[in-house]
């Protein structure tokens, strides 16, 4: 299965697991320590309106940020957080097809084009479908309506597997881990949340 297939299975997971929820269901807390499962639904929202712009820079070769700084991206779903539930699952299903469009419609050469992620490094627009298949994957399991990592095809756990660890070893977590799933450890290293 290629990355692009992967972000649209992993868009109906959490699509489906927002479409579970309740509009009360909005306000109760995520998986993700000091989130409201409204927070992930407007994270989720926004970052497809972030990889867009990633998408048109893409296609025009214009460069754009994803976000203009980290402090108006946690504002950006601090106020999302707050819209309507209904309102809330129109954004992040419109932003999601939107993104899958735009994605399709891009050039050999606009694919091959080197856009800037948040975290400031350089990649080709072709890597764009996996940065979203992470963010759907993992936050469709925050929102704790019963979606799992157990439902998810060998290859994509592998990859994501692969991405966390590579992720780990870059912020110096790589012996803890290594201790622990090579059974030199009793207990799992303490680590916070990946994304």
Do not use: C
């Not at 109906?12 to 009360?24: G, N, Y």
């Not at 991206?73 to 699952?89: K, N, T, V």
């Amino acid at each position: 299965m290629s990355t692009r297939q992967w972000m649209d299975r992993g868009t109906e997971l959490l699509l489906s697991a927002v479409k579970e929820l309740s509009d009360t269901d909005f306000a109760a807390p995520s998986a993700l320590p000091g989130w409201s499962r409204a927070h992930v639904v407007a994270h989720v929202h926004f970052n497809a309106e972030a990889l867009r712009r990633l998408v048109g820079w893409a296609r025009t070769g214009v460069p754009a940020q994803m976000y203009p700084s980290r402090q108006h991206r946690d504002e950006e779903i601090e106020s999302g957080a707050r819209l309507p539930a209904a309102r809330l699952r129109e954004l992040v299903g419109e932003s999601a097809a939107a993104l899958a469009r735009e994605y399709d419609e891009l050039t050999a050469e606009g694919l091959e084009r080197q856009v800037r992620t948040a975290q400031g490094n350089l990649v080709p627009a072709s890597a764009l479908p996996w940065m979203r298949t992470r963010e759907v994957v993992v936050h469709a399991v925050d929102l704790d309506t019963g979606a799992d990592f157990s439902g998810l095809p060998d290859d994509l756990v592998r990859a994501l597997l692969v991405d966390v660890l590579d992720r780990r070893i870059a912020a110096g977590e790589g012996p803890a881990l290594a201790r622990w799933l090579t059974g030199r450890a009793d207990t799992a290293p303490e680590l916070g949340p990946w994304l």
